[in-house]
T-cell receptor, first 111, second 115 residues
């Protein structure tokens, strides 16, 4: 089944630096969503980008979507210690309503 | 800001017992979902629910699972006879429109441990 897949590398950065995560998927999608999960807790929705959009901003977040390459990136600018979390991309395959999650990318922001 | 709530936050049960996980979706949302996350693994879709019936389910959602919207606010997931491998974090989610088009908002989860 089609699913989002983040780059498996964990990120460890200094506060104030930018953090970039990538996600790839396999089939046509309706939209792609990014979520954050603090250790062992719930999923917080960050941003949704539709298949006909190429870039979207929300505060310090910037998401891009390249449907020709079937990939997306999430950029967190001017990172803060509170951004320490796991970040998941989740795709909605075309014609479905279910979210297909990637494995998550652990980001540690060092104060 | 409206949010999805779930109870209990933690549940410990013996293998073979029935458990009911409860969720209160955001009040004006029409679509409801259950997902689960086994420790260290991906979040997996279980089932979606709309207009008082299941609209989609995964291969995980077998006859041991059922969902119900017993009243205008609650949405429940029942596991009839729990197995060790059912131990996971269970997330409820809701969306105003179809999940394929709209944001799905997640609750904080119920951590289920089957002994």
């Amino acid at each position: 089944s089609q699913q989002g897949e983040e780059d498996p590398q964990a990120l460890s950065i200094q506060e104030g630096e930018n953090a970039t995560m990538n996600c790839s998927y396999k089939t046509s999608i309706n939209n792609l969503q990014w979520y954050r999960q603090n250790s062992g807790r719930g999923l917080v929705h960050l941003i949704l980008i539709r298949s006909n959009e190429r870039e979207k901003h929300s505060g310090r977040l910037r998401v891009t979507l390249d449907t020709s390459k079937k990939s997306s990136s999430l950029l967190i600018t001017a990172s803060r210690a509170a951004d320490t979390a796991s970040y998941f991309c989740a795709t909605v395959p075309y014609g479905n309503n279910r979210l297909a999650f990637g494995k998550g990318n652990q980001v540690v922001v060092i104060p | 800001e409206p949010e999805v709530t779930q109870t209990p936050s933690h549940q410990v049960t013996q293998m073979g017992q029935e458990v009911i996980l409860r969720c209160v979706p955001i009040s004006n949302h029409l679509y409801f979902y259950w997902y689960r996350q086994i420790l260290g693994q991906k979040v997996e879709f279980l089932v979606s629910f709309y207009n008082n019936e299941i609209s989609e389910k995964s291969e995980i959602f077998d006859d041991q699972f059922s969902v119900e919207r017993p009243d205008g606010s609650n949405f429940t997931l029942k596991i009839r006879s729990t197995k060790l491998e059912d131990s996971a974090m269970y997330f409820c989610a809701s969306s105003w429109g179809q999940g394929g088009q709209e944001t799905q908002y997640f609750g904080p989860g119920t951590r289920l441990l089957v002994l």
